[in-house]
């Protein structure tokens, strides 16, 4: 049988067969690689469980790692949707993060700021997502309480995954989109036997026939331990007209002569607050 994972909680996810059927699965072997979003191909092991045999070719992958470990978030995505917040006060750092690993994966991105009826946070809100809108960034404001509909027509004809920080009403947002989602949840949450613990993992819903959204748990982190220094610096979109420039090719953009970056960040045309994000993410550690 074939099938979508449309759930994932540790080693147990839960496929749809191409019939419509829904079995929960466990992976081939003690090491899982499966991701929510993924397609697979399944042998029914009994009338009420499966086991997944085979990954099929992935269009995308999002995760997140560090030294020791990765979690993956969603397979075969078209699009990543940030959603940050007016309050509480959103990471710029961890969204920053998020856009990389959408880029090195070619996902297109969308940033939502939701809690845009709480007029007073909207300014400092506004000038950090205003950062990102310069770079191409499309910002879509919305109050999710009172116009989570504005964000449907983004989603047409694509496979989404939510991602933010917890209290930025990614839950809201799903809820209102997709009124039976309380009741999916509920009802994966006990076909996977995890109980009451329904946000720790990532959950697969039907806009329509074409559309589909991945809610992940919210994150505090979003390491990029899998990149290279490379596919970091090319992550960054404004640094690419730069890029290849630099006197030495294996230039770090840190305190080697002709490096094409830094004039750049001092002439205005790379944000210094960015350039830093980039030297942390690498380890350089000295001042700008």
Aim: proline share 4%; aromatic share 6%.
């Amino acid at each position: 049988m074939r099938g979508r994972v449309i759930a994932a909680h540790g080693r147990q996810y839960i496929v749809e067969a191409e019939d419509g059927q829904r079995l929960p699965c466990f992976p081939r072997g003690k090491k899982s690689e499966v991701a929510c979003g993924d397609d697979v191909e399944i042998t029914q092991s009994s009338a009420d469980q499966g086991v997944i045999d085979t990954i099929l070719p992935r269009r995308s992958l999002l995760y997140r790692s560090n030294e020791i470990r990765q979690k993956l978030i969603a397979a075969n995505v078209d699009q990543l949707v940030v959603v940050v917040a007016s309050e509480p006060a959103f990471s710029d750092d961890l969204v920053t993060r998020a856009l990389i690993a959408a880029e090195s994966e070619d996902i297109e991105v969308l940033i939502v700021l939701n809690k845009c009826d709480l007029t007073e946070q909207m300014s400092t809100a506004r000038r950090q997502t205003a950062i990102f809108a310069a770079l191409g960034y499309r910002i879509l404001e919305l109050s999710a309480l009172r116009h989570a509909e504005d964000l449907r027509p983004h989603l047409q004809g694509k496979t989404s995954v939510l991602v933010g920080q917890s209290g930025m009403g990614k839950s809201t947002l799903v809820n209102a989109l997709i009124p039976e989602a309380r009741a999916a949840t509920r009802e994966i949450s006990q076909a996977l036997d995890s109980g009451k613990h329904t946000t720790t993992h990532a959950t697969l819903y039907h806009l329509d026939a074409d559309s589909h959204l991945i809610d992940s748990p919210g994150l505090q982190e979003f390491g990029l331990g899998h990149l290279d220094r490379n596919e970091i610096e090319y992550a960054f979109r404004e640094f690419r007209p730069f890029l290849g420039n630099c006197r030495f090719r294996d230039c770090r953009h840190d305190r080697e002569p002709d490096c094409a970056l830094r004039p750049a960040v001092d002439s205005g045309k790379i944000e210094k607050s960015r350039f830093a994000t980039y030297r942390r993410l690498v380890g350089l550690n000295t001042p700008i």
